[in-house]
């Protein structure tokens, strides 16, 4: 494989980043051999078969960044990248996504770019692309997230950021993000947030066990509306015992009732006699109370019922953003490029 001139480099790179502050404009770039000392970083346990594929794929990136289509170069550009982890592949790639508007991916594209081909791209190109870099950061948010739970996963948009303990900190998208952390056992933490651009936003992610959070959620203590339904239960059971009692009674009165000579043609109080008044009185009595008992310990089962069904916890993510619902959130946007305003309505 030939070995690519320092000039010529320079010259390939330099087209894109002479071009990025505007948006990039499309120019001739011509077929050159992508190499370099076997030992340099991007070289290092790829094979020249695949060199060679990767090289024809960023050629036909480059072709079709001149017609211009840019999103099929880009697309061309990642084909190369799989293959070859080349800087000047990450250099056009961010060349392209400048001009399709994608700030985020021309971020990442540069600064891989830079950390790995500084030497090949050479000292005005590196404070070009640094340069370009700057103006991007201006238009970007950052966040730094963390969560100390070990194990819990934390994702942003639905990707996985981290596994828990640790942190993340990196650039995202000036508009709504949403962040959660979950983990088996535990309640779910959402935090939906808006970064504003060249702003730097910090989270802590903390969770707390199901049973935690069923307790903070439950109106009273748990047992509170449990003692309530016992002493129905209580009331209710000791009202049917007393209502077996009065029965006995009641038997025992009528046992010595038909034992009487007026039973037949029936009897006066007085051939009844105190004693068995005073058992027929106190049957009526425990019977009534019994009665009573029902009502009362009915009552106070089916509040207890009730109060146990209002103190069950209703579990679900709450997402935080800072802003009540319904509320808007004007973002002010000040980049070299524009000025402007950005509107969230949080619902």
Same mark, same amino acid.
């Given at each position: 494989?030939?070995?690519?001139?320092?000039?010529?480099?320079?010259a390939?790179?330099?087209?894109?980043?002479?071009?990025?502050?505007?948006?990039?404009?499309?120019?001739?770039?011509?077929?050159?051999a992508?190499a370099?000392?076997?030992?340099?970083p991007?070289?290092?346990?790829?094979?020249?078969?695949?060199?060679?594929?990767?090289?024809d794929?960023?050629?036909?990136?480059n072709? +079709?960044?001149?017609?211009p289509?840019?999103?099929?170069?880009?697309?061309?550009?990642?084909e190369?990248?799989?293959?070859?982890?080349?800087?000047?592949?990450?250099?056009?790639l961010a060349?392209?996504?400048?001009n399709?508007?994608?700030?985020?991916?021309?971020?990442?594209a540069l600064?891989?770019?830079?950390?790995?081909?500084e030497?090949?791209?050479?000292?005005?190109?590196?404070?070009?692309?640094?340069?370009?870099?700057?103006?991007?950061?201006?238009?970007l948010?950052?966040?730094?997230i963390?969560?100390?739970?070990?194990?819990?996963e934390?994702?942003m948009?639905?990707q996985?950021?981290?596994?828990?303990?640790?942190?993340?900190?990196?650039?995202?998208?000036?508009k709504?993000?949403?962040?959660?952390?979950?983990?088996?056992e535990?309640?779910?933490?959402?935090?939906?947030?808006t970064?504003?651009?060249?702003?730097?936003?910090?989270?802590?992610?903390?969770?707390i066990?199901?049973?935690?959070?069923r307790?903070?959620?439950?109106?009273w203590?748990?047992?509170?509306?449990?003692?309530?339904?016992?002493?129905g239960?209580a009331?209710?059971?000791?009202?049917g015992?007393?209502?077996?009692?009065?029965?006995?009674?009641?038997q025992? /009165?009528?046992?010595?009732?038909?034992?009487?000579?007026?039973?037949?043609p029936?009897?006066?109080?007085?051939?009844?006699?105190?004693?068995?008044?005073?058992?027929?009185?106190?049957?009526? +009595?425990?019977?009534q109370?019994?009665?009573g008992? /029902?009502?009362?310990?009915?009552?106070?089962?089916?509040?207890?019922i009730?109060?146990? /069904?209002?103190?069950?916890?209703?579990?679900a993510?709450?997402?935080?953003?800072?802003?009540?619902?319904?509320s808007?959130?004007?973002?002010p946007?000040?980049?070299?490029?524009?000025?402007?305003?950005?509107?969230?309505?949080?619902?």
């Open positions: 494989m030939s070995i690519i001139t320092r000039r010529a480099i320079i390939i790179l330099a087209f894109g980043l002479n071009n990025a502050a505007r948006p990039a404009r499309a120019q001739a770039i011509e077929p050159i992508l370099g000392s076997e030992s340099a991007w070289n290092r346990g790829v094979p020249k078969p695949m060199r060679d594929a990767a090289r794929l960023f050629l036909e990136g072709r +079709l960044f001149r017609v289509l840019f999103s099929r170069a880009a697309e061309k550009y990642r190369a990248l799989a293959k070859w982890d080349h800087p000047a592949f990450y250099f056009n060349l392209a996504q400048l399709l508007g994608e700030d985020l991916g021309a971020h990442n600064e891989t770019a830079l950390r790995d081909g030497a090949l791209l050479g000292a005005p190109q590196v404070q070009e692309a640094r340069k370009q870099l700057r103006d991007l950061e201006r238009r948010g950052r966040v730094r963390r969560c100390a739970l070990a194990a819990a934390v994702t948009d639905g996985l950021l981290f596994i828990a303990p640790g942190g993340y900190e990196g650039w995202v998208a000036p709504p993000h949403e962040i959660t952390a979950r983990k088996p535990y309640l779910s933490e959402t935090r939906r947030i970064p504003i651009a060249g702003q730097v936003r910090d989270l802590e992610l903390t969770l066990t199901l049973d935690a959070a307790d903070a959620a439950r109106r203590a748990k047992w509170k509306p449990w003692a309530v339904v016992v002493a239960g009331i209710t059971a000791a009202s015992a007393l209502h077996v009692v009065s029965a006995r009674t009641f025992q /009165y009528d046992t010595e009732f038909h034992k009487l000579p007026c039973a037949s029936g009897c006066t109080p007085e051939q009844i006699g105190p004693t068995l008044s005073a058992r027929l009185h106190r049957a009526t +009595l425990e019977q109370i019994a009665v008992g /029902y009502i009362v310990g009915g009552a106070v089962l089916a509040a207890g009730a109060l146990v /069904y209002l103190n069950q916890p209703r579990l993510e709450q997402p935080t953003s800072g802003a009540a619902p319904g808007v959130v004007v973002t946007i000040a980049t070299e490029a524009m000025v402007g305003v950005a509107f969230t309505v949080h619902r």
